[in-house]
């Protein structure tokens, strides 16, 4: 079970990577507007909110059955949802779409509401078959499989997908654009809101450094890790941090894996560790490898235990991760105060 778990972070990660140096950040989006509703009787139609739809900054696609315009308010609220992507999952929650979701994926394990919906549906591996049997009136991806968009498109069930996020901006648009598909735009204002006071909250706690710092994110207890051009990359350059992955020669993409010698040589200043559930990796268990208890980081108590959803996942709870990056920061601060 611990090796399925760990494939499903995995594959996660494979999602950003498919999404590093994309020219279009866009979601995609095949299913009509609506405004905020609880359900829609029937067939009856719901007024669109074009506004919404403007503001996500979306592509606007055509509704799979009529062929119309997705922003030409002809659509009804979806109440059959299947979420085949666990961070979609944790949006349609967090923005009030959760009784409309009636199934979701084998990895969609937060909220806990989520999780007494899970399937045995794949996002990696999708069955439309058995996706069809849900009877559902909206699929929700994260567009990684073309194969799986055509099939639903044969069977004349809307979709929205929307890819691997890059900045901060691309999350709250498909947050935005979800709350516009099924009827709960002002649920998804409040939750950017919400996310956006937070994060400019976080930062404007933050004290400040002398120099740049330098992370090592351990994505797997093999040392994978990542670089900056990655949206995780991203969040911690939000803090001016550096990865050390940065100045691997010929590590092979956005997510190197790098070994031991080099991770030693470099000496981080931070450590953040992603793979604590799946992998069951702690602080103490790095401190326990060879050599590593020599690491700064180590000696000075700045191994950081991240959740491996949340620093996986580009949802509503990246404000989680986000302030965790922080509190390494600040741990830094408290030691050079105290020295």
């Given at each position: 079970m611990?090796?399925?778990?760990?494939?499903g972070?995995?594959?996660?990660?494979?999602l950003?990577?498919a999404s590093c140096?994309?020219?279009?950040?866009?979601?995609?989006t095949?299913?009509?507007i609506?405004d905020?509703a609880?359900t829609?009787?029937?067939d009856e139609?719901?007024?669109a909110?074009?506004g919404?739809?403007d503001?996500?900054g979306g592509a606007?696609?055509?509704d799979?059955?009529?062929?119309?315009?997705?922003d030409s308010?002809?659509g009804a609220?979806?109440?059959r949802i299947i979420?085949?992507?666990p961070t979609?999952?944790?949006m349609l929650f967090?923005?009030?779409?959760?009784d409309?979701?009636v199934a979701v994926?084998?990895f969609?394990n937060?909220?806990?509401?989520?999780?007494?919906k899970?399937t045995?549906?794949?996002?990696f591996a999708p069955?439309?078959?058995?996706?069809?049997?849900?009877?559902?009136?909206l699929?929700?991806?994260?567009?990684t499989?073309?194969?799986l968009?055509d099939?639903?498109?044969s069977?004349g069930?809307?979709?929205?997908?929307g890819?691997a996020?890059?900045?901060?901006d691309?999350?709250y648009?498909?947050i935005?654009?979800l709350?516009?598909?099924?009827?709960?735009?002002?649920?998804?204002?409040e939750?950017?809101?919400?996310?956006?006071a937070?994060?400019?909250?976080?930062?404007?706690?933050l004290?400040e450094?002398?120099?740049p710092?330098?992370?090592y994110?351990?994505l797997?207890n093999?040392?994978f890790?990542i670089?900056?051009?990655t949206f995780?990359?991203?969040?911690?350059s939000?803090?001016g941090l550096?990865?050390i992955?940065d100045?691997a020669?010929?590590?092979?993409?956005?997510?190197?894996q790098?070994n031991?010698?080099?991770?030693l040589?470099?000496?981080p200043?931070l450590?953040?560790?992603a793979?604590?559930?799946y992998?069951g990796?702690?602080?103490?268990s790095?401190?326990?490898?060879?050599?590593?208890?020599q690491?700064?980081a180590?000696?000075?108590?700045l191994v950081?235990?991240?959740?491996?959803?949340?620093?996986?996942r580009?949802?509503?709870?990246i404000?989680?991760?986000?302030?965790?990056v922080a509190?390494?920061?600040s741990a830094?601060?408290?030691?050079?105060?105290?020295?």
């Open positions: 611990r090796f399925t778990r760990f494939v972070v995995l594959a996660g990660v494979s950003l990577i140096g994309s020219d279009d950040d866009s979601t995609t095949t299913v009509p609506v905020d609880e829609a009787p029937d139609a719901v007024p909110d074009d919404a739809a503001d996500a606007v696609g055509d799979v059955d009529s062929g119309d315009d997705v308010g002809d609220v979806p109440t979420s085949l992507s979609h999952t944790e967090a923005i009030g779409a959760g409309q979701v994926d084998d969609s937060y909220p806990a509401e989520a999780a007494e899970m045995d549906l794949s996002g069955n439309v078959e058995a996706i069809a049997s849900f009877e559902p009136d699929v929700v991806t994260d567009g499989n073309p194969d968009l099939q639903l498109d069977l069930i809307a979709r929205w997908e890819p996020a890059v900045t901060f691309d999350v648009a498909q935005e654009e709350g516009a598909a099924t009827g709960n735009t002002d649920g998804a204002a939750v950017v809101s919400s996310m956006r937070e994060i400019d909250e976080i930062t404007a706690g004290p450094l002398d120099g710092l330098t992370y994110h351990e797997d093999t040392y890790s670089t900056s051009d995780i990359g991203y969040v911690y939000q803090f550096r990865s992955a100045l020669e010929g590590s092979g993409g956005p997510y190197p790098l031991a010698e080099f991770i040589s470099e000496d200043d450590i953040y560790l793979c604590t559930t992998c990796e702690t602080a103490a790095l401190a326990g490898r060879d050599g590593w208890d690491l700064s180590v000696q000075n108590g950081i235990e991240l959740d491996d959803d949340t620093s996986s580009w949802g509503p709870r404000v989680d991760f986000y302030r965790q509190d390494g920061i830094i601060a408290d030691l050079d105060e105290a020295a």
